[in-house]
């Protein structure tokens, strides 16, 4: 009978190396490679990998956060990232999805984004673009194949379930029943290309 062969040991696992600017950098950069992201979401990243190299050399938490922070400043002043310009393209990219406005706030709060660069997107969606939230309850009745894509039998039965949908996603109830009693598809699409006459 043979004898088993002996497993390989596993190695340990390298301890990290201790935190600095340069490394810092290097990780943020790395990421911004790969992800848009917020200064928020970037510092918050940048703790979160770093931690077992802060407990491991037992370094200050406040001084790796301070360190954290003057590099994220550095790289925004570089013009490498700008939260306007990330809330701007969220805020469309959202609206492209058929999201109210309430709820394209909402996630750019989420987002750690303050205030001005909220309110500066929805401006820039609203007054510049023309986006209403009537038209945010087109795209998303299209999505969803809801109202005039329904057959006409089934329509009546499906109603609750779709007002309460659309309500759900920071329409109005107003919106979301004057959406929900268009008859056809073109007069959807009207709304959402500009070519129809319709206000709430």
């Known amino acids: 009978m043979m004898e088993d062969e002996e497993k390989p040991k596993k190695r340990a696992p390298r301890p990290p190396k201790p ?6 950098r290097e990780q943020a950069l790395r990421y911004l490679d790969r992800f848009a ?32 922070e ?12 700008d939260d306007q310009k990330y809330a701007d393209a969220k805020a469309r990219s959202l609206s492209r999805q058929g999201k109210s406005t309430r ?3 909402q996630k750019l709060f989420s987002l750690g984004l303050n205030e001005g660069y909220t309110e500066h997107a929805l401006e820039e969606l609203t007054e510049v673009e023309g986006y209403t939230d009537l038209i945010g309850a087109a795209k998303y009745v299209r999505k ?6 329904k057959e006409p039998d089934t329509r009546e039965e499906r109603r609750d379930k779709e007002l309460g949908a659309l309500m759900r996603n920071g329409y109005s109830f107003e919106i979301a029943t004057k959406i929900l009693s268009l008859e056809t598809v073109e007069e959807l699409e009207d709304i959402i290309f500009g070519t129809g006459d319709y206000h709430v």
């Open 103 to 105: 709820h394209i706030r």
């Open 144 to 149: 969803r194949k809801f109202g005039p894509y």
């Open 37 to 68: 992201a917020t200064t928020d979401k970037l510092k918050r990243h940048l703790m979160t990998k770093n931690r077992r190299a802060i407990q491991h050399h037992s370094q200050d938490e406040e001084e790796v956060f301070q360190m954290i």
């Open 70 to 81: 003057e590099t994220v400043e550095k790289i925004v002043k570089q013009g490498l990232m």
């Open 19 to 24: 935190v600095t600017p340069a490394r810092v």
